[in-house]
């Protein structure tokens, strides 16, 4: 009886709100409605009576807020032509009424809402999950709009306030005289107000009806001991500067990126204490490694383990402190390519084309016919086959650093041949990243489309090439007639100053990273690039670039291996470890002997021995293979379980590949070179 009297008035307002203005139409609907409820057989005069009263409550309210609305309109009306009051009164007075109206149209439509709720609810089957997880996505969708109209009309308040204090205080300045420093100061109060109009965005009223922006409910928390009245006054702050952070649904955490009043100076306290602990702890972790002979990237790494979700959980802005370690593959690149001459890159151009586009295809090949005999879908494979094809150019770069690159005259020697193919793969990295979205059609589309897709890939393929070709053509003017004039004009104006030369140099990185990043290929190719021109001036400018900018590297190289220890989880480590080491040396094992059949190929004759080390350095999996593995997750090319393996094969591929080096040295290269290679 009690769902039959909902019906009936389910009845009454499910009609539209224009339906029910006229009051003679509303008892119109309350005696269909009693007719309905007794068509159902309800014959308890207590129940009729109820769904009378209610029916007629809903009328009587829906009729009192038609008077009201009435009312407000006049006043509206009555506030405008009102001769004796100020604009800033008759603004803030005919504001307050517009937001009340607001108020009882949003209240009427938070009944109807309701009702269309409980009519799905009704109309609904128990046993249907499906319909439940609608109808409950249907509730939510609505609480958001509802959240969203309610916190316009909570800053509309705050807007009618602040007109009335200024309609205060233009009273108050018209009853009395204002001395001259109060003048000053009512100008300079003016002057701020429009300099907040001018530098305020909008941002959320311009972004809420964009196409794609959903709504979603936030948590706002402080710090973690908000309970402490000692930080009360800390918390109050930092609530005025938008400094706490939102938590959505999805457990994503966010923080301030621009703040709505850019006038008041704000920092990321949170960031801030990100970077001095692993500053901190690097050094006794970098030392710990010194000591047992290991290399001292392996104690950052330790160090981003111990801070990172799988150890103390103390780094709360990950994203950023990723961010800042790009910025050390930027600067470690440059100097390798300010190690690596232009000379030398064209004695080894052919082998560093050829190589790593031998080795991805052979990679592809192999994972093609192991993911035919284990059933795995071929995008699957294919990503797959590509993400461990990829080598650390950071980490061979390490290696590296500064080894002897001489050999006998007229012969390759290794770093050259080692590095050339490590750029390489980053402009395949480049590619890669550009032909994923079209990887991800190619996974859902019919066997009609292929080869539209098929197509497209040699389309984007075309356009990579030529991007390549505009980068180098591009290197060659400035080669030719830029570099020298640049690099003498800092010389001469950074003489008792380095601050002119360290940002001269910083420029043009960013400069050539900025070119190669807007014609669709890599920045680290950019950084590269920028290095290599530098070193054709010579080798005292070498010496004293390098002096400048290794501090910096060394710095940001260390948040960048501690952000790669953010991603390594030791406790699936421990659980998998039988498959992770099986699954790791396989993947070892089978690039350094396609590297060795390669290389074998492609080298001369008299540089053959090279071939061993080389492929010791290309014989492990690059840590970009994280970028691409959250982005193939996230796009459904890969499941989560294959997502944790690639991060934990790629992890244990990098702590490897020290051991496989310095094997490599040991055995191929002399003895005088080795004390430098190691």
Known sequence: MKVTGFISLWTLVSLPCGQLANPAEHEDVVKHAIKLHRGKGAVITQRKQWVLESCRKLSG????????????KNAIRAVEKDAGLSDEEKLFQVHTFEIFQKELNESENSVFQAIHGLQRALQGDYKDVVNMKESSRQRLEALREAA???????????????????????????NKSLSMLDEILEDVRKAADRLEEEIEEHAFDDNKSVRGVNFEAVLRVEEDEANSKRNASKREVEDDLGLSMLIDSQNNQYILTKPRDSTIPRADHHFIKDIVTIGMLSLPCGWLCTTIGLPTMFGYI????????SGLNSIKSIVQVETLGEFGVFFTLFLVGLEFSPERLRKVWKISLQGPCYMTVLMIAFGLLWGHLLQIRPTQSVFISTCLSLSSTPLVSR?????????????????????????????QLGLFIAVMPTLIQAGVSTYSSVFK??????????????????????????????????????????????EILILGITAFIFLMLTVTELLDVSMELGCFLAGALISSQGHMVTEEIMSCIEPIRDFLAIIFFASIGLHVFPTFVIYELTVLLFLTLSVVIMKFVLAVLVLSLILPKTSQYIKWIVSAGLAQVSEFSFVLGSRARRAGIISREVYLLILSVTTLSLLLAPALWRAAIMKCVPRPERRSST
């Open 61 to 72: 309210l829906l009729r009192q807020k038609n008077v009201v609305l009435n009312k407000l």
């Open 453 to 498: 897709e098929i197509l497209r890939i040699l389309i984007l393929i075309g356009q990579i090439l030529f991007s390549l070709a505009a980068v180098f053509l591009i290197c060659l003017v400035i080669k030719t007639y830029l570099i020298g004039p640049y690099y003498r004009k800092l010389h001469g104006e950074s003489k008792g100053n380095k």
């Open 148 to 174: 969203i109209k309610e916190e316009m009309e909570y800053v509309e308040l705050l807007a009618a306030e602040k007109h009335q204090v200024e309609a205060l205080k233009n009273m108050q300045h018209q």
């Open 302 to 309: 330790i160090c981003g383990v111990l801070l990172g979700p």
């Open 399 to 427: 290696f590296l650093a500064g080894s002897v690159r001489g050999d006998k005259e007229g012969d390759i020697d290794y770093s050259s041949v080692l590095l050339g193919m490590l750029v390489m793969q980053d402009v």
